[in-house]
Structure formats: structure tokens, C-alpha cells
């Protein structure tokens, strides 16, 4: 007898969580050009803001922040966005055309451990992302978080990247090729991001109040509040983001097909 199928249940699963895990790093790394891209780019941008910024004091137009301190924290949010919901809703487009997922349906490997590895694979890739930005900001003076700060750092990127991540496969669930992933991905994130304040704090209440209800800005807010104000738990912020998480993981299960959609 094998000795894996002689392991308690609790023990098994783990380890085929552990061993899902270690399959999507290392798909992830095996694409080299796409792995750069994920990390360079959101510290790129940040370098580049740091340059443009650099120096700058609080102003009431950043919500009482410095310019960089606030682009820190929403490039952050960005980058876990572009990890969870991105990426993932794109690679599940992928590997259902490819019909990789009808062949892991066929094996013995739960779905809900095929699906909690890939979104503990999306976590670790947020949190690498969301270090590097907060290391880049320290370099041109944006004071790192302290130790009392992470609680609640901690609970709104696990928050958020789950949030995302069940968006992310909701969304995939109705993209019918693989082809016509980016482009759907891009035109539902896109206006979000903008209408959220990411790139340009938005000062309009009416543009404020809907963005609000949505979940990119909540996110932005809980992840500004725990880095650079109060350091506590936004909890209407994370409320949003729980509702919309909860909502994309309805979605998912309902309409989510292991295998390839006709033309």
C-alpha cells in the first residue's frame, strides 16, 4: 500500500495542498518573461513616482498624505488586483480551453484543493509584489510600516487577494476562449481602477459614494488606511470586499465549466 494513502485524512490533504502549491510556483516560474513582468513592473512605476515625488509633503489633495505615500499604497493594491484577478482569471481561461482543468477533474485531487492552491499561489505572488513596492517607497523616504501595523496589513491583503481571487474565477467562468480573456479582464478592471483613485485621488462625492460600493476602492482605503493612517482595520472597507468576494465565489460555483466551452 502506498504510504500517502495510509496518513490520517487532515494530514493527506495538506499534503496535496502543499503539493498544489508547489505546482503553481513553479508553472509560474517556468514562464520567466511573464514572472519579471508581475514584479517589475508595479516597482517600475513606483520608482518612477519616486523620482516624480520624492520629498513631497502631506497635502489635503493625497487625503493628507504625501503624493508618494499615497501611491505606494494604491500600487500596492493594483499589483495584488493585477495577481488575483488578472492573471488568475486569465490562466483558468487558458488551461480550460487547453483542456487542463477537464484532465484535473479526471484525477483524484479535490477541487477545493486545486482551487486553494491556486489562490494560495495568487497570495504569495500579492504579498512578493506588495514587500518590493513597500521597499522601493522606502527608498525615496516613505517610512516602512511598523510592527503594530501588520495585523492589519495582513488581514486586507488575505482579504482583498481572496476577494479578487473569487472575482477572478468567477469572471473566467464567463469568458468563453481564451483569447477573449485579456481584453475582458482589462475592460472590467479598467474603469475600476481609475474611477477608484489609484492613478489620480478622486474627489467627487457622487464618483465617490459608487466607486465605494464597488470593490477596488474599498480595497485602496483599507490598504491606505493600514499603511500610512490610523493603521487600523477599515472594517467597512473590508466588509465590501468580504460581500464581493463572497459574491464572485457564488458565481463561480454556478457557473464555472471544467471544460471547454463550443465555439
Known amino acids: 500500500m502506498n504510504p500517502v494513502t495510509r496518513r490520517p485524512p487532515r494530514r493527506r490533504d ?9 505546482y503553481e510556483q513553479l508553472t509560474f516560474w517556468r514562464n520567466p518573461q511573464s514572472a519579471f513582468f508581475t514584479f517589475v513592473f508595479p516597482v517600475v512605476v513606483i520608482a518612477i513616482f519616486g523620482v516624480m515625488f520624492h520629498g513631497g509633503t502631506p497635502s489635503p489633495y493625497f487625503y493628507g498624505l504625501s503624493a508618494l505615500g499615497y ?5 500596492a493594491a ?20 487547453n483542456g487542463i482543468l477537464k484532465r484535473v477533474r479526471a484525477t483524484p485531487l479535490p477541487s477545493w484543493i486545486y482551487f486553494l492552491g491556486l489562490l494560495a499561489h495568487c497570495v504569495m505572488v500579492g504579498v512578493v509584489d506588495v ?32 476577494a479578487f481571487c473569487a472575482l477572478g474565477v468567477a469572471v473566467a467562468s464567463l469568458i468563453r476562449n481564451a483569447e477573449a480573456a485579456p481584453a475582458v479582464v482589462q475592460f472590467v478592471l479598467f474603469p475600476l481602477v481609475f474611477l477608484s483613485g489609484t492613478y489620480l485621488p478622486i474627489h467627487s462625492g457622487a464618483v465617490v459614494t459608487v466607486a465605494g460600493a464597488l470593490p477596488v476602492r474599498p480595497f485602496n482605503e483599507a490598504l491606505l488606511g493600514a499603511l500610512t493612517r490610523s493603521g487600523g482595520f477599515a472594517w467597512h472597507d473590508l466588509a465590501v470586499l468580504a460581500a464581493w468576494g463572497a459574491a464572485g465565489a457564488v458565481v463561480a460555483v454556478r457557473r464555472f465549466r471544467w471544460d ?4
Open 14 to 22: 495538506l499534503a496535496m495542498l502543499w503539493h498544489q502549491v508547489r
Open 71 to 75: 501611491y505606494v499604497a494604491t500600487i
Open 78 to 97: 493594483v499589483s495584488v488586483l493585477g495577481a488575483c484577478y488578472s492573471q488568475l482569471a486569465i490562466v483558468v481561461a487558458s488551461r480550460r480551453q
Open 131 to 162: 514587500l518590493l513596492i513597500l521597499g522601493v517607497g522606502r527608498l525615496f523616504g516613505v517610512p516602512f510600516p511598523g510592527v503594530a501595523r501588520w495585523p492589519a496589513i495582513a488581514v486586507t491583503l488575505v482579504l482583498g487577494a481572496t
Open 260 to 263: 471547454p466551452r463550443p465555439e
